[in-house]
């Protein structure tokens, strides 16, 4: 009797840890709509826009293969930000972030209609040449229908599952290779000098290269 109970109880956890993962509801496709596989990882060093408006994007999406409409959120760990923002859009309100941490439910879950394919809107805001890197985790909600004047809405209801987990590198590097962030962040500043080699002040603003007390060399801008 005591070895049944326990092959029951152990039959039900088992249940109640499949009911938590789900990998076929949602898929997250790139930019080219191919399918991302659960846990991996992503680099992304291309940038768009210019001067405050810089971004480097992921162009990634997420795609409901059924076709009922489904609930979804997003969970970010944000383990690395060298400067800037990091902006997440999705699946419906925008969030910027300046500091690492672990932000469940980063935005209010929202719907995925049938056989919709939906960006994410992730993407990097750098200020300065440097590192970011987010775990972007899925998480599928039931559906329920909320009446407002007399239509039917859909809306996210109870958390389901967790679907995949991706992890995004993104890097903003110097073109010339002058730059290396993963210098000790406790280097002082030696010297400075402008886009033309010429040395300023430590009150200058713009394009600076900076030369630091650990022999390493940067270029950053100085707002």
């Given amino acids: 009797m005591k070895r049944v109970f326990i092959s029951a109880i152990a039959a039900l956890l088992c249940i109640g840890a499949s009911a938590q993962s789900d990998l076929t509801t949602l898929q997250v496709v790139d930019k080219d709509g191919n399918v991302v596989a659960d846990g991996a990882t992503l680099e992304f060093s291309e940038t768009e826009g210019s001067g405050s408006d810089l971004m480097i994007p992921t162009g990634l999406s997420i795609k409901n293969t059924t076709g009922t409409d489904q609930g979804v959120g997003i969970?970010?760990?944000?383990?690395?930000?060298?400067?800037?923002?990091?902006?997440?859009?999705?699946?419906?309100?925008?969030?910027n972030v300046k500091q690492?941490?672990?932000?469940?439910?980063?935005?209010?879950?929202?719907?995925?209609?049938?056989?919709?394919?939906?960006?994410?809107?992730?993407?990097?805001?750098?200020?300065?040449?440097?590192?970011?890197?987010a775990t972007l985790q899925f998480k599928v909600y039931s559906?329920?229908?909320?009446?407002?004047?007399?239509?039917?809405?859909?809306?996210?209801?109870?958390?389901?599952?967790?679907?995949?987990?991706?992890?995004?590198?993104?890097?903003?590097?110097?073109?010339?290779?002058?730059?290396?962030?993963?210098?000790?962040?406790?280097?002082?500043?030696?010297?400075?000098?402008?886009?033309?080699?010429?040395?300023?002040?430590?009150?200058?603003?713009?394009?600076?290269?900076?030369?630091?007390s650990n022999g390493k060399t940067i270029k950053r801008i100085i707002k």
């Fill in 75 to 95: 969970d970010i760990n944000l383990s690395r930000l060298d400067n800037g923002e990091f902006s997440c859009c999705f699946p419906a309100n925008c969030a």
């Fill in 100 to 133: 690492t941490g672990e932000y469940i439910d980063f935005n209010a879950a929202g719907i995925i209609e049938a056989n919709e394919t939906k960006e994410i809107l992730t993407e990097w805001i750098p200020q300065a040449y440097g590192k970011c890197t």
């Fill in 143 to 212: 559906v329920v229908e909320k009446e407002l004047f007399g239509v039917k809405i859909p809306e996210p209801g109870e958390f389901k599952a967790y679907a995949q987990k991706i992890t995004v590198n993104f890097e903003y590097k110097d073109p010339a290779g002058i730059n290396d962030l993963s210098s000790d962040n406790n280097a002082k500043v030696v010297s400075r000098y402008n886009a033309n080699g010429t040395r300023v002040s430590s009150d200058f603003k713009g394009l600076a290269i900076e030369k630091l």
